[in-house]
């Protein structure tokens, strides 16, 4: 068990590697951060979103130790962070600038190609779907670790000049799905819609 929770943390490091990589200096928004937990759900009140988890799962990050430590504003910023009580499951929810003329897409693509050079096997191609009114791009991988599954997906969409990208760890295929899916658009503008929906 702790062997898969350091290859599921190590996974999930090299994701996040692989993804700041293509920020820019510009930031996010410090506000960017805002929003509330509430009965296992996220809302982004910023972007416009809300995410449903598990009730067993913990907060490890979320709006308040945003709050805590100023705001977002840095090259990338870490909205929320996920993980099962007995670590064998993590999500992580990242804000990203998007250099002007880069798409969603290319960010996942780019984030992918780093992680297949650095041994991670893709299950598939980039596919795209839609979830709560958001346009996702999207690319799956598994590893074996100590003879069980470790299941991970790659999730971005386009908000506010950003790109939203969500990290799912977990050994559940059901599971994995379940989080994948679990972002809806409450309470985003017709405008902000548009725009997820690039």
């Not at 996010?28 to 509430?38: E, F, Q, R, W, Y």
């Amino acid at each position: 068990m702790r062997i898969f929770r350091s290859a599921s943390l190590l996974l999930l490091v090299v994701a996040g590697l692989a993804i700041g990589q293509d920020a820019v200096t510009s930031g996010v928004d410090p506000m960017a951060g805002n929003g509330s937990i509430h009965n296992n759900l996220y809302t982004n009140s910023y972007f416009g979103f809300t995410y449903k988890f598990p009730t067993t799962w913990k907060v490890l990050r979320g709006p308040d130790t945003i709050a805590q430590t100023g705001g977002c504003g840095s090259a990338d910023c870490r909205l929320l962070v996920l993980e099962t009580q007995k670590g064998t499951g993590r999500v992580e929810i990242r804000a990203v600038p998007l250099p002007q003329g880069t798409t969603a897409r290319a960010v996942l693509e780019k984030a992918a190609a780093r992680e297949e050079a650095m041994g991670l096997k893709p299950v598939g191609a980039v596919t795209e779907s839609e979830s709560g009114g958001w346009k996702f791009y999207r690319v799956d991988y598994k590893s074996v670790v100590s003879g069980r599954d470790l299941l991970e997906s790659l999730l971005v969409t386009e908000a506010k000049s950003n790109a939203l990208v969500i990290t799912v760890l977990t050994d559940s295929r059901n599971t994995l799905n379940e989080l994948a899916s679990g972002m809806t658009g409450e309470g985003i503008t017709a405008a902000q819609q548009g725009q997820a929906a690039k």
